[in-house]
């Protein structure tokens, strides 16, 4: 039920549904109509804006910083999933805005950074989720030329807090008091950090794909409407949703 209703709230969290409803009412609503389209071109503008997007992303992600930088050595990295979505009809995979995540992973493993790497990631649709996306990770990584047996997978997860507490069972039996780096988007980390404490898991993070901190203050990045904005937005608020609602939960 938790599953469902998280589903359902990701729709209503969107800005662009609310700028559509602003509209709907609009229309329906004659003696207020003028209020509440000067509303509407607001609300459409502040959550296309890059500028703000980027600026209240930032203050979000968590740190991230240079593999370069990285001083220690972990027994296993820990991956998150949610970077993939598989086509049945033409039996590939379309990897996403947070593939940072896969391509990170095996540079850290290729640098001796992390000695084994934990995929964990099953489905997170409603519907057609037979798609495991651990399983084609793993697949993917040993294509590369990762050996199979440095690789270790969690398939049943659908969403962050299942990561943490499905993950957990792995670790606490077979990496008992070894170290631990979580590695995932820096938008994503937070939340991330917190379900694997309430897990038991006491992790080091390595953040990927965060807001480029060299941003170019133009007219068109400062004041124009970008569809892309929109988009983020809806990370960002799905991350402070999800991490309240995972603090009144646990």
């Known amino acids: 039920m938790f599953f469902i209703l998280s589903k359902i709230l990701a729709f209503l969290i969107r800005p662009i549904v609310w700028v559509f409803l602003m509209l709907i009412i609009a229309v329906l609503l004659k003696k207020s109509r003028k209020k509440i389209l000067l509303l509407s071109v607001f609300t459409f503008w502040f959550f296309s804006n890059t500028f703000i997007c980027d600026e209240i992303s930032s203050l979000w992600e968590h740190e991230t910083f240079s593999i370069e930088?990285?001083?220690?050595?972990?027994d296993v990295g820990v991956v998150l999933g949610g970077m993939s979505a598989f086509d049945s009809k033409t039996n590939t995979v379309n990897f996403n805005k947070n593939a940072d995540r896969l391509i990170y992973t095996e540079?850290?493993?290729?640098?001796?950074?992390?000695?084994?790497?934990l995929i964990s990631g099953g489905s997170g649709?409603?519907?057609?989720n037979q798609y495991k996306e651990a399983f084609i990770m793993?697949?993917?990584?040993?294509?590369?030329?990762?050996?199979?047996d440095d690789i270790i997978i969690e398939n049943k997860s659908r969403n962050t807090k299942e990561n943490a507490f499905l993950s957990a069972e792995i670790l606490k039996r077979?990496?008992?008091?070894?170290s631990v780096l979580l590695i995932t988007s820096a938008l994503h980390m937070k939340r991330a950090i917190f379900c694997f404490e309430k897990?038991?898991?006491?992790?080091?993070?390595?953040?990927?794909?965060?807001?480029?901190s060299n941003r170019n203050l133009q007219l068109e990045y400062l004041l124009l409407p970008n569809s892309k904005s929109f988009?983020?937005?809806?990370?960002?608020?799905h991350e402070w949703v999800g991490y309240l609602v995972y603090k009144i939960v646990f």
């Not at 930088?69 to 972990?74: A, D, E, L, R």
């Not at 649709?125 to 057609?128: D, G, P, V």
């Open 107 to 117: 540079k850290l493993y290729r640098k001796g950074i992390i000695n084994k790497i």
């Open 69 to 74: 930088n990285i001083q220690t050595k972990y």
């Open 231 to 237: 988009e983020k937005w809806e990370s960002i608020i």
């Open 138 to 148: 793993r697949n993917h990584l040993i294509e590369n030329g990762i050996p199979d």
């Open 174 to 178: 077979d990496f008992q008091n070894k």
């Open 199 to 212: 897990a038991g898991i006491e992790v080091a993070s390595f953040s990927t794909d965060n807001t480029n």
């Open 125 to 128: 649709m409603l519907i057609k």
